[in-house]
């Protein structure tokens, strides 16, 4: 029996790079090793013994000057369906939107419940874990410590809860809860709620506040931090401690045995090419429009579908550039420079706003938070419709699809933490960044609505409303300017290491493919960002193709919860 080593994982002294949301994976001359090569003592005791070697059902060879890697039929399927996906589209445009708008209508109405729970039940199995006795077992085996110090591992789990998100909705997200939460509620004659209200709404002025901001922050708190631990917790527990390839289908193991390697692996490899691939082009399609508006704001261009592709194509080609030069030439100098752009942005807007309100609401916020968080987090019996459907089972799909991607990214950067600190650290470091994040820019456009009287930010339309909360801040060019740069480079670095991850799945675990591959998907994540702008229904089609690839993957992560018991209780303690 051959013991499969890990992949694209880091030995003690290396050094990761950090990212906004993504992962970097270093290359590895022999990552096809098997641990006997590099020595017994030297790997975790629970290994799991298995045939399969890394690469082994991989194609390899060259078309003209490029050679290629892949996995078999892993990348054929998944690289077939998503050209086949983008002819379609733009040969069908109004058919295209038309399914895609029915698709997020059927899923959102009819599995909101299924969302909302699977988010409760992995919220849960991270909070058993924590104080079960599995939460003693050390990722990497029982003699392995951590690759990097608390400061270095806390400041990567920040950056991975930054991105083009948090860009996109620290302003309009609260604003949009609190003006609904305000507005109280409406009943159809159908009896159904058609306002957008969270829960019952609110009877004043300071409950809307508070309401709305509990709302916004339970979309960026312990749920979707608990969907990224499950994941990152898989990964880096079969890989680090069982000694599999870096796939989500080594997650499986202990459900499929070998049968993982085979038809039953390859689903769920495929699964999460199509969940990370339209989840990535979702947040690129909102990155493109939120520049579009800065830009309009500050040079004047058009805002429309031609705008936002023109921005596609050509942050694109910063990204393929980015893929081309290399990680620490490329990826990680960008990303060094967005992380202290956006702490810069964050302090800036503290200082040159009600600083004391500001302050004062971190805290007033997150207890709100806490107040409401079961009767948000409740998956039936909910009369608040739109809310539920529209926003929270969005915005679960949405997580579910990034999983992979920031999964992989946690994983990297855990190794040598036991499970109950790895558990604690991943859900409350990030967590507590974004309810800053929230806390200071969706708290400062509410003052300036309900102190100030100045609505421009409550009545801009989404990708403006940050710019236009700047506006009534000093310094507004080169705040704008700042947030454009912070939004393009955002979508830079995840398209980038994005086409890495997808890369790394469908190269069958290898981190060492050629870099053609990362090219091919690359590429293909800015065509469907395009070609779903291009649809009838524009953004709501890039809303409808994350739902329908969160839905199976959901299914994927709640196996995932059983592969995740049975491979603790088999590790030696």
């Known amino acids: 029996m051959n013991k499969v080593r890990p992949t694209g994982l880091p030995t003690k002294g290396t050094s990761p790079n950090s990212n906004t949301g993504a992962i970097f994976l270093t290359n590895q001359a022999n990552a096809d090793a098997s641990a006997a090569d590099i020595g017994d003592e030297t790997q ?50 109004e058919l295209a939107g038309t399914i895609f708008n029915a698709i997020f209508s059927e899923v959102t109405q009819g599995f909101d419940w299924f969302f909302l729970g699977a988010a409760d039940i992995f919220v849960l199995l991270c909070l058993v874990l924590i104080v079960s006795p599995y939460g003693k077992i050390r990722l990497g085996g029982r003699d392995a410590t951590p690759d990097f110090t608390y400061t270095g591992w806390f400041s990567m789990l920040f950056a991975a809860g930054m991105g083009i998100g948090l860009m996109f909705y620290g302003v309009s997200e609260p604003l949009s809860h609190f003006s609904s939460s305000l507005g109280g509620t409406a009943v159809g004659a159908d009896g159904v709620r058609t306002d957008w209200s969270p829960l019952g709404a609110a009877s004043d002025e300071a409950g809307a506040i508070k309401l709305g901001m509990a709302a916004a922050i339970f979309h960026w708190g312990l749920h979707p931090w608990a969907i990224y631990a499950i994941l990152a917790l898989s990964l880096a527990l079969f890989s680090y401690n069982k000694g599999l390839p870096l796939t989500i289908r080594s ?47 500050l040079f004047g261009m058009p805002i429309d579908t031609t705008s936002q592709i023109i921005l596609i194509i050509l942050i694109t080609a910063i990204a393929l550039f980015s893929v081309v030069r290399g990680l620490e ?50 998956p039936v019996g909910r009369d608040d419709v739109n809310f539920v459907q529209g926003w929270t089972a969005f915005y679960w799909a949405w997580w579910i699809s990034w999983s992979p991607f ?3 990214f946690i994983a990297r950067v855990s190794r040598g933490r036991t499970v109950r600190e790895f558990l604690i650290s991943v859900l409350l470091v990030p967590s507590l960044v974004c309810v800053i994040w929230m806390s200071v820019f969706g708290g ?26 700047l506006d009534a801040l000093p310094w507004t060019s080169i705040t704008s300017m700042i947030g454009i740069v912070l939004v393009i480079v955002f979508f830079v670095t995840s398209s980038d290491s994005g086409s890495l991850v997808i890369d790394t799945i469908a190269a069958g675990g290898k981190v060492d493919a050629p870099v053609p591959q990362r090219v091919f998907w690359c590429l293909f994540e800015g065509l469907v960002a395009i070609v779903l702008l291009l649809s009838v229904g524009g953004l709501k089609s890039l809303q409808a193709m994350v739902i329908s690839t969160g839905l199976p993957f959901t299914l994927v992560l709640l196996l995932m919860c059983v592969a995740i018991w049975r491979g603790l209780a088999s590790e030696p303690r």
């Not at 390697?261 to 690129?284: E, K, Q, R």
């Not at 702490?343 to 040159?352: E, H, N, Q, R, S």
Request: aromatic share 12%.
């Open 44 to 93: 975790p005791e629970g290994l799991i013994q298995t045939d399969y070697t890394i690469g082994q059902d991989n194609i390899e060879g060259s078309f003209g000057p490029f050679g290629f890697d892949v996995h078999n039929p892993v990348f054929a399927i998944s690289a077939l369906s998503v050209v086949a996906f983008v002819v379609f589209t733009i040969a069908m445009p």
């Open 251 to 297: 997650a499986f193991y202990p459900i499929f045995g070998e049968r993982v390697w085979g038809w039953p692996g390859h689903v769920i490899d495929i699964l999460a090419v199509f969940a990370t691939l339209f989840g990535l082009a979702t947040s690129l399609g909102l990155g493109a429009a939120q520049a579009n508006a800065g830009m309009n704001k």
């Open 406 to 408: 920031v999964g992989m």
């Open 444 to 469: 400062a456009a509410i003052n300036q609505v309900v102190h100030d009287g100045y609505t421009a930010a409550k009545d801009a339309e989404l990708p403006l409303q940050l710019f236009a909360m």
């Open 329 to 378: 030439a490329g990826v990680k100098l960008l990303s060094e420079i967005n992380m202290g752009l956006a702490f810069l942005l964050l302090i800036f807007v503290v200082a040159a706003g009600p600083t004391i309100l500001i302050l004062t609401g971190v805290g007033k916020y997150l207890l709100a938070y806490l107040e409401y968080l079961p009767a948000l987090s409740n």
